[in-house]
């Protein structure tokens, strides 16, 4: 029987030892295969950012001759008899020099002369010589683009929603969060369904009547019905900070009831300095949201001077029949950097945050 | 008289102090509560500031546009009452049916694929793979980039001559389509850049799988079960709420569909809502042009209320039938 039993353990260890390798070598290979789709996927990712930032850097000349090049550059030209020729590096026996295209010969060739020695002249293939282009960056683009609408006054406005909004919804989301999470009433559990059914509600029911009710108080083109409800509260953030609330432990507040604090003091004191991270989620999530909308400003602002950078930005795009592609390219660009850099800055934020927000509903 | 705890009576001093008291009114009724309705008090008065803005925001004007939906109004004159007129109107309306067809449209395509990719990226980005926070920032990160410029930048990605994408299918031999400038073609498009931000759809499959506990697979491991069926005996099952959660706000979503589309229609190649050919006429957009440019308040009233009725029938059916295919933790009932 021992003998048996030895030999069985015998044959079982290769087998191990061969599940081991084979295992190993899966790893490696759904490793690889795993980062060779990822790769591709980041390349359809970057590449609009790529293509983007190329653009934006461009010349009008650049933008018409060259529109698919990622990289801005130019095509250099030489003075030859009084004309401006295109500079090509090109290549004869191995040895590469610069000389000048002077006339297109059939059959694809060309006419390259040395511009030293215009006399010098050789027959080639154009497609088989390299242009001699350099890197020609117009930075002035940005400035351009930023001073042919008042983008200052867009920016301006822009941050007013932005962050007296965001002050708003904090203050007001805190409170009522507050309430929803440390108090025993008969109905508080029902008033609480209620704010998260209004999450279904689509906007378009109540937003007809709330402009009517703007612009009889004379509210409408004024920033005031982007900034104004979000005073009282909205079920997302209420419901993303509650559940937050809940976590904090009860002994805490107790603690702070025994030494005599109020409700406010215990909110002010225990409750939002640990809810910390969930206050900067929240306040995250409203600043990109408030960054790039468009709808209700559409709605809401009237006259230039009332616009945000997205209803700028929408309208000189609209505004030219001929595309002034660069510009509108700059300032997409900047209008994406401050959420980027946010994103960068608090990217564990940002995936917790949705994570909270997303699962528990 | 009741005897106090120090085993003194009740002064006339102490009544005179309650009756002062009671002359501060709410505060002083406040405080001869009970301790439970104290607590119940402060309660209701942290949550009024949402109920406030619920009547102001929410209930008063679900109220009013369902009134409005009843009558012909234009901002300027009173309403007038109509009936079922702008009801009745909707279904004769072709451009109506052509914006519920082309908001069904599009969800018909975006949907499953962000559902299915969202969800295989999640599963990928869950194993071990190197330099997985990196992937997980970088599939992130378009998703916080919504409206118009991200839109501006896909119309030149996706144009027709020079865009990016033509440019490349053109080193494969094939003649990319008109995209933005073609009525066939505009709502892929559209979808194109929706799957762009699949990244939002992603990080919360993600969270979802990670909160599936993992003695699961290790029971399952034990039991000889091998990857594929873990992924679909465990994985799958576990992942239906999560799923399904996505897919009602999804829905809701589509319906609420507006910037790209505005800014696409609105743009350097065309010059009208809806444009190609009202090919991306979607739903919000058709109510926007009937309320904001037609003034037509009762008839896009008419329209929000269609829709709102529709995402409730919806959505109870979704939850209704959720019990035959959403598999809820805890849940054992129905179970095996």
């Known amino acids: 029987m021992a003998g048996t039993m030895q030999l069985q353990t015998r044959s079982e260890l290769p087998l191990l030892k061969r599940l081991a390798v084979s295992m190993k070598f899966h790893q490696l290979f759904f490793n690889g295969l795993s980062t060779l789709l990822l790769s591709a996927g980041a390349v359809f990712i970057l590449f609009p950012f790529l293509y983007m930032v190329s653009t934006s850097l461009k010349d009008v000349t650049q933008l018409r001759t060259n529109p698919r090049g990622l990289i801005p550059e130019h095509q250099e030209t030489v003075e030859i008899d009084g004309k401006d020729e295109p500079l090509y590096l090109v290549n004869i026996d191995g040895v590469e020099r610069q000389m000048a295209l002077i006339k297109n010969q059939p059959g694809g060739k060309g006419i390259f002369v040395d511009p030293a020695n215009p006399s010098e002249q050789i027959i080639l293939k154009i497609d088989e010589q390299k242009q001699v282009e350099t890197l020609d960056v117009h930075l002035e683009n940005y400035a351009e683009a930023w001073d042919s609408a008042p983008f200052n006054t867009y920016l301006v406005n822009t941050l007013l929603i932005t962050f007296v909004g965001m002050f708003g919804m904090l203050l007001s989301c805190s409170l009522v969060a507050y309430g929803f999470s440390r108090f025993r009433a008969r109905w508080i559990n029902t008033l609480f369904l209620l704010l998260l059914s209004t999450i279904m509600l689509p906007r378009q029911v109540t937003l007809i009547p709330i402009y009517i009710l703007f612009q009889k108080i004379g509210w409408v083109d004024t920033l005031l019905p982007l900034i104004v409800p979000q005073f009282f509260a909205n079920a997302y953030d209420v419901f993303l900070l509650r559940q937050f609330f809940m976590r904090i432990p009860l002994e805490l507040d107790d603690a702070a009831r025994l030494d005599g604090a109020n409700p406010l003091q215990v909110l002010w004191y225990v409750i939002l300095p640990q809810a910390r991270p969930a206050l900067l989620t929240v306040g995250i999530f409203h600043f990109t949201y408030a960054w790039n909308d468009f709808y209700e400003p559409l709605i809401f602002l009237h006259s230039q001077k009332n616009w945000t950078l997205a209803i700028g930005l929408q309208t000189l795009d609209a505004m030219y029949t001929t595309p002034d592609t660069h510009h509108i390219m700059a300032i997409s660009l900047l209008m994406m950097l401050p959420p980027i850099i946010l994103f960068f800055l608090s990217q564990r934020i940002f995936t917790q945050g949705v994570v909270v927000s997303g699962v528990k509903g | ?336």
């Open chain 2, 1 to 336: 008289m009741k005897q106090l705890d120090d085993g003194s009576v009740r002064t006339p001093g102490m009544a005179a102090s309650q009756a002062e008291a009671r002359k501060r009114g709410l505060f002083a009724r406040f405080s001869n509560m009970s301790i439970a309705d104290q607590e119940a008090a402060t309660g209701y008065l942290f949550v009024s500031i949402w109920i406030i803005g619920f009547l102001i925001f929410t209930l008063g004007p679900m109220l009013a546009s369902l009134y409005f939906s009843f009558t012909d109004y234009d901002v300027v004159s009173a309403p007038v009452w109509v009936g079922l007129k702008n009801y009745l109107g909707l279904f004769q309306d072709p451009l109506f049916w052509k914006s519920v067809q082309v908001t069904l449209y599009y969800a018909a395509l975006s949907l499953p694929l962000g559902l299915v990719v969202g969800f295989l990226l999640a599963v990928l980005l869950n194993q071990g793979i190197p330099g997985v926070r990196g992937w997980r920032t970088l599939y992130y990160l378009p998703s916080i980039l919504a409206g118009v410029a991200v839109t501006l930048m896909w119309l030149r990605i996706l144009s027709p001559n020079d865009g990016a994408v033509n440019n490349a299918l053109e080193f494969f031999g094939i003649k990319g389509p008109g995209w933005f400038n073609d009525p066939h073609w505009s709502v892929p498009a559209l979808v194109v850049m929706s799957m762009w931000g699949v990244g939002g759809g992603m990080i919360i499959y993600l969270a979802g799988l990670q909160g599936i506990p993992t003695d699961l697979y290790d029971a399952a491991k034990v039991d000889g079960a091998n990857s594929l069926q873990r992924f679909t005996n465990i994985t799958i099952p576990m992942m239906t709420p999560v799923i399904f959660f996505n897919l009602v706000l999804g829905l809701i979503g589509t319906f609420q569909f507006f910037t790209a589309a505005y800014v696409a229609g609105l743009s350097y190649i065309n010059a009208s809502i809806g444009a190609p050919v009202y090919s991306t006429l979607f739903y919000n957009l058709y109510l926007y042009q009937s309320a904001f440019r037609y003034l037509d308040m009762g008839y896009a009233s008419a329209m929000a209320w269609v829709l709102f009725l529709v995402i409730l029938v919806i959505t109870v059916i979704l939850f209704r039938s959720s019990s035959f295919w959403v598999y809820y933790e805890g849940q054992l009932a129905g179970r095996d």
